[in-house]
């Protein structure tokens, strides 16, 4: 049986071309876009203001490439964690997040991560592959809340500039007024700070953007996240300033708070000689312990006092609630590695 191509991640220009190489009329590519990311079918078939011949020919070698989640688990606050199948017998995990006024969709945009953060599930985990735009789409499309989502997060399992063409190509599907028209404020992105692709995401997309800083310190954030060798977060931030970035978009530093590591006065003079005069949001996150780690979080009353101090100097922090950690769902335990361990083990 041939392998089919996903219709599923393909921008409406790559669906003109689709329709064109079929010998379909130009608007046709309009057509299958509401098909997809409207009205969300599941198969060819449903595309019904197509005629007969035409979704037949599209079937020969297209598929719409939604895959539904094989395995979802609950938290007892209410988060869930689902898990998909990828592509070459890979996983990966997505995280929803019900609040209040806010459904949120945490995505992951790679199977494993290559960043190597001393702090992190996926990092242990190693790097086994890409998501395609249609496979970080499908997270959203194929989970049972997905009519009443409010916010979508790059913030699973994988570094989102890392695959930057295929992160890019699914902002453009979850933005545009021919896929699901979401306005870009509804999106965040994380980066723990790649430079030359942060520079394409903050140019190609008005989607808000989260750094990963976790230390204002050079030695102290290397010893954590192996990227500050190559992109340190005083270069991130010298480039965030050559960006106006207006006052409707965002940008937040993510910093998981340790015990005795980052969490002292010197600490919140060092993020404020760092961010000086920068329009930006700090974002404290409690830390989820993972196996082998030396780290330990630091307590509920030294964030707070973190978060006072850091008011006091004029920058704009909270505290993160931590959400789904009873499924191992929190930020930083997204990871597959098991199943990827399994597959290894097997006979074929």
Same mark, same amino acid.
């Given at each position: ?8 991640? @393909? ?30 079918? &599941? ?13 037949? +020919? ?36 997505a ?13 992951? &945009?790679?199977?494993?991560?290559? *960043? ?40 699973? *399992? +994988?570094?989102?500039?890392?695959n ?18 979401? &306005? ?20 190609? &997309? ?19 996240m ?14 965030l ?15 998981? *708070? ?27 996150? @409690? ?40 499924i ?10 098991e199943?990827?361990k @399994? ?6």
């Amino acid at each position: 049986m041939q392998n089919k191509e996903a219709l599923l991640g @393909k921008t409406l220009d790559e669906l003109r071309e689709v329709v064109k190489g079929l010998g379909l009329p130009a608007f046709t590519a309009s057509q299958i876009a509401n098909w997809l990311y409207v009205k969300k079918v &599941s198969s060819i078939e449903e595309m019904t203001n197509l005629s007969k011949k035409a979704r037949e +020919g599209l079937a020969e070698n297209f598929e719409i490439g939604r895959t539904l989640p094989s395995k979802v688990q609950t938290s007892v606050d209410g988060t869930k964690k689902y898990l998909f199948a990828a592509h070459k017998g890979l996983f990966i995990e997505a995280a929803y997040i019900p609040e209040d006024d806010r459904k949120t969709l945490c995505v992951s &945009s790679q199977v494993g991560c290559k *960043m190597g953060c001393l702090f992190c599930m996926t990092g242990k985990q190693g790097f086994q592959g890409q998501l395609k735009a249609g496979e970080i789409i499908n997270q959203l499309l194929s989970i049972e809340e997905s009519d009443i989502l409010t916010n979508v997060v790059y913030m699973g *399992m +994988g570094e989102p500039m890392d695959n930057i063409e295929e992160v890019l190509k699914s902002l453009q599907i979850l933005t545009s007024d021919w896929g699901f028209g979401w &306005s870009p404020r509804r999106i965040n992105v994380s980066t723990i700070g790649v430079i030359p692709a942060m520079r394409r995401f903050i140019e190609e &997309s008005e989607a808000h953007l989260a750094i990963s800083m976790h230390s204002p310190f050079d030695q102290e954030r290397k010893k954590l996240m192996p990227i500050q060798q190559v992109y340190t977060i005083e270069k991130v931030v010298e480039a965030l300033r050559e960006y106006d970035f207006g006052r409707q978009r965002r940008i937040s530093f993510e910093y998981i *708070m340790f015990e005795g590591i980052n969490d002292t006065v010197e600490h919140v003079k060092g993020i404020t000689k760092l961010l000086n005069g920068m329009r930006c949001r700090i974002n404290l996150i @409690k830390f989820h312990p993972i196996p082998d780690s030396p780290l330990r979080g630091s307590s509920n009353d030294k964030m707070e006092w973190f978060s006072n101090q850091l008011s006091k100097k004029g920058l704009i922090s909270t505290i993160r609630r931590s959400r789904g950690e009873d499924i191992y769902a929190a930020c930083g335990l997204l990871s597959t590695k098991e199943l990827v361990k @399994k597959d290894e083990d097997s006979d074929f």
